[in-house]
Every structure is written in structure tokens, then in C-alpha cells.
């Protein structure tokens, strides 16, 4: 069964600094899809970004960076110079494309706060 | 991407009482799915809106408790029925459009409260 895992329920950063969110996922599935997802105050779900299992490179997206590693089942994201703005909540999502289609699968999310 | 509206934004209900809740999409969808994010925690899977006939609901949750409809490719309804307090959540609309490659588009969202 696919599982996600964001052992980090609450960050607090004070501005400029880095930080890292941490996923770990389970899925028997030698094809599948990670995302991320960014759910401001507002309660929109934000996509982020989608990384195949085939597709390894770590990619970089202004202040956001996201690091895959099939090795540890681990798809982490960082913001580099956190601001006040990077403030949400974060979830990290697994879709599996030969057992569960296009259902997601969503960790319990982590609360980024972003202090002045 | 696409432009995904949701009516009502939010509500306030009385038990026992049924809200439907609309999904717009303004381009061709392939998929459509309705979930709920209970206070405080992450979201659940409800169901896949298929169109023109019936929704694949996930464990736990039941058509006569959620009924869905999807007339076409690019609206949607989700029904709570029968509602009570325990129902208050954010229900939310997801597509996934043609081409997309498995990502999911979310709706703004619904907040129901139910008292």
C-alpha cells in the first residue's frame, strides 16, 4: 500500500534562513509520480511540483530546490532565504500509476512558519 | 494550468440538512476528483467523478452519504447529505488535465461548517 510520511508537523525559521521539508514514501509501484503541494492561510492547494520515478535530477526553481532519491524513498524540498510569503502548510503526495491510477495519496503535511 | 471555481465558498448548515457543492472548469478535463481536509489534518481522497456514470468511491465513504454527479467534462457535484457537525471540513475539487501527466489542479475549495 503507497504511504507518505512528513515526520515534521510544525517548522518555525525566522526570515533568510534555510530550510528543509522532509517526505519519505512507500509504494510497491516501479512507476509513480511525487508532488508537492503548497496550502497558504487561504486554503487554496498550490501545485509545486511533479517528479516521475524515472527522473532523478534534483531540480531547482528560484529559492525552491526538491531532492529525489530513490535510494532512501526520500523527496525533499528546501527553500533557500525563507520569507514571510513561504508561510503554509506543505503536503507531499504519491500517485501510483499501475495500482491506484491517478489517486493521490497525501502525507499529514508541515506547517511552515516564517517569522520576520 | 486551468481555472477551477467552487460554489458556494463556504456555508454554514444545520444537521440534517444537504449542501451541494459545484466544480467549474474552464478547459477539458480528464479526471476530476472531490476530497476533504477535516480541521487540522491532511486530505482524504472522497471519490472519482466519472462522467456519465457512476462516482468510484474510496473506503469509507458511501454514495448515499456523498452523492456525485458529472454531467460533462468540466462540472462537477458533490452532495453532503444528512450532515452533522462531524462533516465539517473543506471540501475540495481536483482535476487533472489532458496532457498534464498526472498532476492534479485544486479548486479553491469549500468551507463547511455544520452546527
Known amino acids: 500500500a503507497q504511504k507518505v510520511t512528513q515526520a515534521q508537523t510544525e517548522i518555525s525559521v525566522v526570515e533568510k534562513e534555510d530550510v528543509t521539508l522532509d517526505c519519505v514514501y512507500e509504494?510497491?509501484?516501479?512507476?509513480?509520480?511525487l508532488f508537492w503541494y503548497k496550502q497558504p492561510p487561504s486554503g487554496e492547494l498550490v501545485f509545486l511540483i511533479r517528479r516521475n520515478s524515472f527522473d532523478e535530477q534534483n531540480e531547482i526553481s528560484g529559492r525552491y530546490s526538491w531532492n529525489f532519491q530513490k535510494s532512501t524513498s526520500s523527496f525533499n524540498f528546501t527553500i533557500t532565504a525563507s520569507q514571510v510569503v513561504d508561510s503554509a502548510v506543505y503536503f507531499c503526495?504519491?500517485?501510483?500509476?499501475?495500482?491506484?491510477?491517478?489517486?493521490?495519496?497525501f502525507g499529514e503535511g508541515t506547517q511552515l512558519t516564517v517569522n520576520p | 494550468s486551468a481555472v477551477i471555481s467552487q460554489k458556494p465558498s463556504r456555508d454554514i448548515c444545520q444537521r440534517g440538512t444537504s449542501l451541494t457543492i459545484q466544480c467549474q472548469v474552464d478547459s477539458q478535463v480528464t479526471m476530476m476528483f472531490w476530497y476533504r481536509q477535516q480541521p487540522g489534518q491532511s486530505l482524504t481522497l472522497i471519490a472519482t467523478?466519472?462522467?456519465?456514470?457512476?462516482?468510484?468511491?474510496e473506503s469509507g465513504f458511501v454514495i448515499d452519504k456523498f452523492p456525485i454527479s458529472r454531467p460533462n467534462l468540466t462540472f462537477s457535484t458533490l452532495t453532503v447529505s444528512n450532515m452533522s457537525p462531524e462533516d465539517s471540513s473543506i471540501y475540495l475539487c481536483s482535476v487533472e488535465l489532458a496532457g498534464s501527466q498526472e498532476t492534479q489542479y485544486f479548486g479553491p475549495g469549500t468551507r463547511l461548517l455544520v452546527l
Open positions: 509504494t510497491r509501484d516501479t512507476t509513480y509520480y
Open positions: 503526495a504519491l500517485s501510483e500509476e499501475e495500482t491506484s491510477g491517478s489517486r493521490l495519496t
Open positions: 467523478a466519472n462522467q456519465g456514470s457512476e462516482a468510484t468511491y
